[in-house]
Structures are given as C-alpha cells and as structure tokens.
C-alpha cells in the first residue's frame, strides 16, 4: 500500500494524474483597459473598453467621449468569446488568443447576414491613438463643414470640438442629426476622431492646412467620402422645425397601428382627447434615435400625470415581423421606455410614405410631430440632436421643454 501510494504522488507531481491542458481548456481575460482596432479595409478605428469580472461574469464599457455603452451579454466558452451589443443586432465573435488577446469579427445584422469587420484587441492599452509627442495644432471651437464637397451627393454639417492639449472629443451635426460622441486627439497638424456604438462604426482623419481642415471620413466598410472645414462661430444649419410638412390640405395626423405588445396606438384615441401629443418617428437601428427616446421619456415620465402623451412609431430594417418586434422590445426594455411603440413596417422610403401619407416625406429618423390638446399640428422636428453636441443639446432640452409646458398651460 505503501509503494501504490507512493506511485500515485509521483503521479501527482510529475503529471497531475490527468491529461495535459490543450489549447481548447477555458481561457481567462485580464480586467482592465483594452484597446480594440477594428480594420477598415486597411484603416485602423480604434475603440477603448474596461473589461470587468465579478461572480456574474464578465461585463464590458464602450467608451467614446462620455458616453459609456455597458455589455453584460458577454459569453466566454474555452477559446471562444461572443459579445452581444445591447441594443442594436450586432455582435463580436472571436478567438482568445491569451489573456491579454482577442481577435475575430464584428457582425453587424442590420447591414446583411454576411456583412463583418475584422478586429483585434489587447490589454493595458489605455491611448486611443497613439501619442506622437508634439506640439498640437488648436482646433477646439465651431467648424463649417461639407462633406463628399463639389459632387450632387454634398451636404453641410457643423463641426464642434473641445480640445484639451491632445485630446479632442467632439462631433458633426447635419440637417438630419449628429454623429453622436466622437473621441480623438490633435497631433501636429492631424486630426483623427473614432467612435463605435454597436451599429456604428466612424472613423474620421484631417490635415490642418491654414486655418482648414481637409479630411476623410469612414463608416465601417462600404461607405467613405471627403470633407472640408473651416473655422466659423456664426454657421448655422437649417432650422430643424422647417424641413418636414404635412401636406396640403392636412392640419392633423391620424393613424391607427399595432403596438408591440399587442393592442393598437391612435392619436385620435379617446385616451389621447384634450392631451398634448408627441409622436416620435423612429427604429430600434437609428443612434440618434435611442438619443431622443431618453429625452422624451424623461420628459413623459415628469408631464405624463399633467397630460402629455407619447407614442412611438417604428419602422424597422429587419424585413421578419418577429425579429423586428423582438429589436423593439429589447430596445424598450433596454432604455426602460415608459411609453407604448408601435411598428408600422420596414424603413423603406416607400412603406414610411405609405404609413404616413400626410406627411411630405420623412427626411430623418427621429422626427417629432407635436400636437395641442385640440389635435392640432404645432410643430414637426426633423432629426436630433443628442448630448455629443454639448451646449447644443442642452439649449434643445430646455427649449423642448418650455414648449411642452406651453402646450399644457393652453
């Protein structure tokens, strides 16, 4: 019995009486910051996340500016590493390479079945793009800018930045919305801002020449342009209040569709007489619209008990009812939407004219359509703009705001 024993600590020591580790055993992933580099056909967008793991598993924070996109969908299977986003119908499917390591493949659904961008990230990466170590230009302020310039295709956009020695965040806002919170740093006489929020992925480069920004701009792996800009203080875009109608011969909107629960929304409902009433033009897909939606639920959650009411119409770029819904649901539960969304059908431009006849055309998504207690058009606000904009946003919520409690005091 001796001797057996002896053997089997033998055993122990040299072997640990079981099969080696193969390369398929659980892997583990250090906490911390990560740097991640998605590949743009052959340009690097760089993206920064906190890795962390507790009894729960693991959970991962998107940073861009300041906002912060928390994952808990994260699942870790010996080699094998998925990360579901929380909002949009995309995901990362990799390797683990080593606990400092991953690589794989960025899905992103709503794009096709087969659309992907390649990526790497690794651990105790914490500089977005590298430092150069000179003298940065300034380029903090207000910037006119045009994008694909001298082509049909054109369009204006205003520049907002706010530089603190090398780094910069910022973004662009458009007649149609903004590019949410881009994050970035001024090296010499470059400019180069990045941010990914789980259905977008910007990449964005300019040289500064004599007061003017010349640069291009990606997002993700089928669409890049040039654009140009110039300091200007005074610029301003199109008022936001003036570019959707209703058609003529229409002063109301009327409709009747599903809800994602399954009763039905009207804005001529008995429910809704002598309310105020915002009606949001949305889909689940759209970043600026998950922007507005907890700007109007804050707003519905605060007046909802002195008559305002919200409702949500969806249109949506999964082409299955069900796996719609499902986007809108998770969208809902995601934000904790208090007020009811309804789904009215594809994003076609042909299903959205269709569904929404008095209107001229749906130029953005989101649009509001405001409506007095006496079932009266007052307003109708094409895109939004979101809290990447900065004092912009803040003049918007205030005004939105004011105008709400007007519309409730008539």
Sequence with gaps: MVRLASVFLLCALLTRCGPAES???QRSLRSGT?????????????????????SAGFELVFRNGTERIVVRDVVLDHDSINVRMPL??????????DDSTFSGYWYNYLKGPDYRISFSARAGVSERFPAHGARSSLVNGAWRAVFSPGTPEAYPALGLFHQQADLITGTFGTETG???FLDGVVAEDSLLLSAFDGSHAFL???????????????????????????????FRLRDPDSLTFLKEGHNMVDFTFP????????PSDQSNTGHVRMIQIMGSW???CVDETRLLDELYSQYHGLGLNVMAIAFEKQEDPTRAIQGLKRFRDELDVAYPIAYAGSASKENTSAQLPFLDHVMSYPTCIFIDKAGMVR???????????GDHYLHYKRNLEAFVVQLLAE
């Excluded at 996340?49 to 507790?54: A, I, K, S, V």
């Excluded at 949009?88 to 390479?97: A, C, N």
């Excluded at 701009?217 to 203080?233: F, I, K, L, M, N």
Aim: proline share 6%; with cysteine.
């Design 259 to 266: 809800t994602i629960d399954g009763g039905t929304i009207s």
């Design 204 to 234: 964005f480069k300019a040289a500064l020449r004599n007061d003017s920004l010349i640069g291009r701009y990606w997002s993700g792996v089928h669409w890049q342009e040039p654009w140009v800009a110039v300091r200007d203080d005074r």
């Design 23 to 25: 390369p398929e055993a």
């Design 178 to 180: 903004d590019y949410r």
């Design 379 to 389: 307003r109708i606000r094409t895109g939004f703009y979101g809290p990447g904009t």
């Design 34 to 54: 990560w740097r991640l580099e998605m590949d743009l056909d052959g340009q690097k967008l760089p993206v920064l996340l906190d890795l962390q793991r507790d």
């Design 286 to 288: 759209c970043p600026n």
């Design 88 to 97: 949009f119908d995309s995901e990362f499917k990799g390797v683990v390479v």
